[in-house]
């Protein structure tokens, strides 16, 4: 999928849709890819990203998840490079 700004945009209103502040693990795995992409690419995850955030510091399933995917990309652009 193609991240910009619009695509974060819709993601951050998608969000503040939701009833409460908190996301759920199926939604965090969804954002975890999106956000990995934003780190790699430098750029300022959007507003939307910082619940992502806040629902890896307190689960340990997604943190995993989030850290072993960045890991595997970090290790396959390495090798690109
Ligand atoms: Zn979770």
Redesign the pocket.
Known sequence: MVLNVETLKKMARAIANTSNDE???DD??EFIDIFVESELHGKNPAEAMHLVEE??NH?????E?FEALLDAIKATSEKND
Do not use: K, Q, T, V
């Open positions: 996301i759920g693990c965090c795995f629902h890896l689960c340990m399933n997604c943190r998840e």
